[in-house]
Nanobody, 122 residues
Framework: QVQLAESGGGLVQAGGSLRLSCAAS????????MGWYRQAPGKQRELVAA???????NYADSAKGRFTISRDNAKNTVYLQIDSLKPEDTALYYC????????????????WGQGTQVTVSS
């Protein structure tokens, strides 16, 4: 079973920075896409940023310029650097991976972390 360990969330003042980490462990052949989503109370979960195994990145419009996603394939870890935090960034941030369990990827599996809380005060 694949597990995701998230860390780095917390309480920070507006304008500050945080670096979220998500490490994957367990049984898998390869991790294809790694990403970060967030969900604020009363809102739908939304994509923040994603990165492919080859390093191609995709950002939500609201995240461009302030968010940086990266990954360390050797450590099976994805990071999200958040700068110039705003109160509207307050949300539960979820790590997500899409992976194959075998070399012959009949289906791409999806795994979510439990979430790490980011709270930004004004």
């Amino acid at each position: 079973q694949v597990q995701l360990a998230e860390s780095g969330g917390g309480l920070v003042q507006a304008g500050g920075s945080l670096r979220l980490s998500c490490a994957a462990s367990g049984t898998f052949f390869s991790i294809n896409t790694m990403g970060w989503y967030r969900q604020a109370p009363g809102k739908q979960r939304e994509l923040v940023a994603a990165i492919s195994s080859g390093g191609t990145t995709n950002y939500a419009d609201s995240a461009k310029g302030r968010f940086t996603i990266s990954r360390d394939n050797a450590k099976n870890t994805v990071y999200l650097q958040i700068d110039s935090l705003k109160p509207e960034d307050t949300a539960l941030y979820y790590c997500n991976i899409k992976y194959c369990s075998t070399s012959r990827c009949y289906v791409e599996y999806d795994r979510w972390g439990q979430g790490t809380q980011v709270t930004v005060s004004s």
